[in-house]
């Protein structure tokens, strides 16, 4: 799919299908040897089993361990069970069994309901299908962001995320959606969207739907265009046009180097920008907030919040 396309219907409503919670997928075109692969499975297969067998005898052994074996003996008559380990030992394998069952039992879940479904289901495809999406980390992460270094903050991962070198290095900043890729390859079979469609591309959802990397770029730059357009008919027939101007001067002078390299925008522009229009007995948050209104932009967009942080 080239950039600047609008997304499919039948795209969109998938994506939207895969994770309502989701809000940003990448794809790509695993190009990676079949027999690679085969091998890379084995190897987690294998790892796998040792694990599960690991939980098994914890089980198993902690059926007398924690005297569930002694009670019931006594309970139905029946010869005794060896009892319960001191309570000291016992308090040890407690550590060793919670920290055993919070951490290898999501992963062995994870890993048969997800990469082992899909290879049991499509086996190897060459080209492969793949699909991340952020982890919990990674969105607590941009959630956390102020608002005016927060759209910064997603490019600069969305960056190392497209890095055919590595592909999301961290590698805890992305998780690969396994069942998603089973519901992707089983369109393609059928042929209802074909593979090529999930070439290397960041899909993000927006209110209007799911877009690509490229068009959120441009409906932000086109938002914040006219944001700026609207502000300055607005000053004018209010006859402060000289804010507009003061406003301006200030954002060239402060966000832009003498080489004409961009500097990115410190609390001080924020601070300067809202001290003018306090000067001049404006509000600029109400003023944001009625442009927001005729362009039909959702008060919590990323165009309203900075304004809000400027008049703080």
Request: proline share 6%; glycine share 4%; with cysteine.
């Amino acid at each position: 799919m080239t950039a600047l396309q609008s997304v499919p219907s039948k795209v969109s409503a998938f994506l939207s299908k895969c994770d309502a919670s989701n809000e940003i997928y990448i794809t790509h075109l695993d190009e990676t040897p079949v027999s690679g692969k085969k091998g890379h499975f084995l190897s987690l297969f294998i790892l796998n089993v040792v694990w599960s067998i690991l939980l098994a005898r914890r089980i198993i052994y902690g059926v007398s361990r924690y005297g569930i074996a002694f009670l019931y003996s006594r309970m139905m008559s029946r010869p005794a069970a060896p009892p319960s380990m001191p309570l000291t030992t016992l308090a040890g394998h407690v550590c060793v069994d919670i920290f055993l069952f919070f951490v290898l039992w999501p992963t062995v879940y994870d890993f048969v309901t997800g990469l082992a479904m899909l290879r049991l289901q499509h086996k190897f495809p060459h080209p492969e299908i793949v699909f991340r999406k952020p982890s919990s980390a990674t969105v607590a992460n941009i959630v956390v962001q102020p608002d005016v270094q927060r759209n910064a903050y997603i490019d600069e991962v969305l960056r190392r995320a497209i890095d055919p070198a590595d592909y999301g290095m961290p590698w805890d900043e992305w998780l690969v959606d396994h069942r998603a890729m089973s519901a992707a390859n089983a369109l393609a079979k059928t042929g209802e969207i074909k593979p090529e469609t999930w070439k290397l591309t960041v899909w993000m959802k927006m209110k209007d739907g799911w877009v690509t990397l490229e068009q959120w770029r441009k409906q932000s730059a086109q938002v914040t265009t006219g944001m700026m357009d609207l502000l300055k008919k607005k000053l004018e027939a209010m006859g402060k046009q000289d804010v507009f101007e003061q406003m301006i001067e200030v954002i060239h002078v402060k966000t832009i180097a003498s080489d004409g390299s961009p500097l990115p925008v410190t609390d001080e522009v924020d601070n300067i920008i809202a001290d003018i229009f306090k000067r001049n007995d404006l509000d600029l948050v109400q003023l944001t907030k009625e442009i927001g209104q005729e362009m039909a932009i959702p008060v919590d967009s990323p165009e309203i919040a900075a304004s809000k942080s400027k008049s703080k």
